[in-house]
């Protein structure tokens, strides 16, 4: 079982407030999952190598060079952004 | 007209003699989601006039003898998790209640081009976390067979809308069963390609190495007209590959199907179990070899994987929405912006896979976790190549149980149980199909068929001899 403190340090660790009543909820469901993957322990996995993707994986690359975006399609970005200035979203400072 | 008889097939054809218009044809279904929708709720967005400019271009093209597709004039959903520009994208969360998609998804473009008529966005479990649509911001879908019964999750408004003949096909994109279990649920075909056959481009992110966008449809030839025109390798995606045409015809007889004995031994409804049990048979009849194998680590082990792999990758893929350029709630902090946002923005589901996706991801639980479980999909990975060096495909059930009530599963466990055959295909990057082969008291049971990589075609071909043979 999850005890509530680490439910609290993880809440803060992804950034979400939870209520009382989520994060005991929250509790529980999260111990519930954890002793359900315990049976991960059970599989032999010393002679396997780690395998990230599902099928081959290839680095992909392309020149660092920077393209030119469509202009319209940045004004529609900027949109939607909820608190912004000119063409910067706005955020409250970091350092005091 | 009825609706319930058109395939893309029919319609084109109809088209082609003139006997319709595309025009005409979106209105009708037009009217046919207004009717029906408001007690099915599989869309949350139809824009009356955007379908009919496109169905009008459609009829253009077609009067003008221009390059016409067998696409063009098709009326499509489009689950709302993928990208059409001008749209609102909500990803069926509060978060996005409000954001209009800046472009279009690759594959959106690649449909536009060839004369689709998207009706809609399709409801979804929010940001694609779940197995019955019941996790949706909006309210949850209804399933077409029964209304008391869930259609299946995160693609439930798709499978509904086709279900419903709301559309004539839909797209829904599927990381541990999201196309293939509402197919089933529905009563429709769902089909997964092998990972990077489609791009995801445009494809609202959820698991990066689980994710694929698929088609649902009646039919498997109108699955495989959508999948042909979707795939291929795309420069924006950098997972994408280029399915290359397989050179081989081959018959029913030649083939080879493997039946997993361990998923025959879960706890599966004994009715569905019959229902699978008649369609092997039906492959044996057809000539095909079916064969007992083995895939230990595919079902119980699989899920298990699957719900650290899963919530490890979302939790780095949701992390961008924090209130600063996704998200309407104002802050007295940083930290007060991103705690509420994210705190009230998100639903229970969302919150718990961020959750367990950081805990199982943190300093000192890394290894017991996070890497085990990439051990573990590396074995689920070796299963299905020792297999598949024997067998050219792998037949299982669908779903361990039929369409279930709302509120029915009370806890996260017991709703990601519905995907237990189907989450080792998405670790594996396999492609896989979901098949109906009949109905429990007019609820709908489908078969799965799972291929080697890239080898869509042969998983068409066995879908369509178990078709054809009905």
Redesign the interface.
């Known amino acids: 079982m999850?005890s509530d403190k680490?439910?609290q340090h993880?809440?803060n660790?992804?950034?979400?407030?939870?209520?009382k009543e989520?994060a005991k909820?929250?509790q529980?469901?999260?111990s519930?999952?954890?002793d359900?993957?315990e049976?991960?322990?059970k599989?032999d996995?010393s002679k396997?190598?780690?395998?990230?993707?599902?099928?081959k994986i290839e680095n992909?690359f392309?020149r660092d060079f920077p393209e030119k975006e469509d202009e319209a399609?940045i004004k529609?970005?900027i949109k939607?952004?909820?608190?912004k200035e000119e063409n910067y979203?706005k955020?409250?400072?970091?350092l005091k | 007209m009825k609706l319930e008889s058109l395939t893309i097939a029919k319609i084109h054809q109809l088209l082609k003699e003139k006997k319709l218009s595309a025009l005409e044809l979106s209105n009708q279904f037009l009217e046919k989601i207004e009717k029906d929708d408001k007690k099915l709720s599989a869309f949350l967005t139809v824009d009356k006039e955007l379908v009919l400019s496109q169905a009008k271009e459609a009829d253009r093209k077609i009067k003008r003898k221009e390059e016409v597709s067998v696409l063009t004039g098709i009326p499509l959903a489009v689950k709302d998790n993928i990208l059409v520009e001008n749209l609102k994208c909500t990803a069926g969360s509060k978060v996005l209640k409000d954001y209009f998609a800046p472009y279009d998804a690759t594959i959106i473009k690649k449909l536009k081009k060839l004369g689709v008529v998207i009706l809609g966005k399709t409801n979804l479990d929010e940001f694609a976390m779940g197995c019955s649509t019941e996790n949706s911001a909006f309210g949850p879908t209804k399933n077409p067979n029964d209304l008391t019964r869930v259609p299946g999750g995160s693609s439930g408004g798709s499978a509904s809308a086709v279900a419903a003949n709301m559309a004539v096909c839909a797209l829904g994109s599927d990381t541990g069963g999201s196309v293939r279990l509402p197919a089933a649920f529905c009563g429709t075909v769902g089909f997964k390609p092998t990972y990077g056959a489609v791009s995801r481009y445009g494809l609202i992110a959820m698991a990066s190495s689980l994710d694929q966008i698929g088609p649902l449809a009646k039919t498997v030839e109108d699955a495989q007209i959508i999948f042909d025109a979707i795939k291929g390798k795309d420069v924006l995606d950098s997972t994408s590959v280029q399915v290359k045409k397989m050179n081989y015809d081959f018959k029913a007889s030649q083939l080879k199907i493997g039946i997993p004995k361990e998923y025959f031994k879960k706890d599966i409804d004994s009715k569905i179990k019959t229902l699978v049990k008649a369609a092997i048979k039906k492959y044996e009849d057809l000539g095909s070899k079916v064969e007992e194998i083995s895939l230990p680590h595919c079902t119980d082990y699989a899920l298990a994987a699957y719900h650290i792999i899963n919530s490890c990758e979302v939790s780095t893929n949701l992390a961008r929405y924090d209130g600063v350029r996704y998200g309407s709630l104002k802050g007295k902090s940083l930290m007060d912006l991103y705690l509420k946002n994210r705190g009230q923005g998100f639903g229970f589901e969302v919150k718990r896979r961020i959750m367990l996706g950081a805990y199982a991801l943190s300093a000192g639980y890394y290894e017991a976790y996070y890497l085990r479980a990439q051990k573990v999909r590396a074995k689920v990975k070796e299963d299905f190549s020792k297999v598949f060096q024997k067998v050219d495909l792998i037949l299982t059930p669908a779903t361990p149980f039929l369409p279930f009530k709302f509120g029915e599963k009370k806890d996260s466990l017991s709703m990601q149980l519905s995907d237990i055959f189907m989450v080792a295909v998405n670790l594996a990057g396999l492609p896989a199909i979901s098949m109906p082969c009949g109905k429990i008291d007019n609820l709908p049971v489908s078969f799965q068929i799972i291929g080697k990589p890239f080898q869509e075609e042969v998983i068409f071909k066995a879908a369509k001899n178990y078709e054809r043979g009905k």
Do not use: H, N, Q, T
Request: glycine share 2%; proline share 4%.
């Open positions: 999850i680490e439910v993880i809440a660790l992804v950034r979400i407030e939870l209520k989520e909820k929250m529980k469901e999260l519930l999952v954890l359900y993957v049976k991960l322990k599989i996995v396997v190598k780690i395998d990230f993707g599902p099928v992909v392309r399609r529609k970005i939607m952004i909820p608190e979203a955020v409250k400072s970091i």
